[in-house]
């Protein structure tokens, strides 16, 4: 297997790592409050979550993954991919967050992953 196919595939999973990561910390900081007194706390208490940090510093290695994949295979053929981190969000979002997940949300994610596929043989 080409290298660059294999860090594609390790950009997609820190990417979607990085949100779940973030997620995490986000249940852990609470919500943005409407006024400016709440927002400064929690903004506070957001830049020094390890949660968030960890999330923030995934997606920093993943963005650096993803300029390396981009120096060798076609832009128009790695960013399609990219969108396979909606699915692993997705199923940790259910797995992990015990969110909902509709006929809509999985028709939509069926259409991503046949996008891919097509992507995938023009290569």
């Known amino acids: 297997m080409d290298i660059y196919y294999a860090l ?8 979607a790592s990085s949100q779940i990561l973030m997620k995490k910390g986000m249940i852990e900081v609470g919500t943005i409050a409407d006024n ?9 208490s957001a830049v020094f979550n390890p949660w968030l940090i ?3 510093t995934t997606m920093t ?3 650096v993954s993803h300029i390396l994949v981009l120096s ?5 053929f790695v960013f399609p991919f990219i ?3 909606y699915l692993i969000v997705a199923v940790a979002g259910i797995v992990f967050f ?10 939509g994610i069926g ?12 290569a």
């Open 36 to 44: 400016a007194g709440n927002v400064i706390s929690t903004l506070q």
């Open 54 to 56: 960890l999330g923030l």
């Open 8 to 15: 594609m595939g390790f950009t997609i999973i820190l990417n």
């Open 61 to 63: 290695i993943s963005m």
């Open 111 to 122: 259409v991503i992953m046949f996008g891919c596929y097509l992507v995938a043989r023009s």
């Open 83 to 85: 969108s396979l981190a």
């Open 98 to 107: 015990q969110e909902a997940f509709s006929v809509e949300r999985f028709a």
């Open 72 to 76: 060798k295979l076609e832009v128009g």
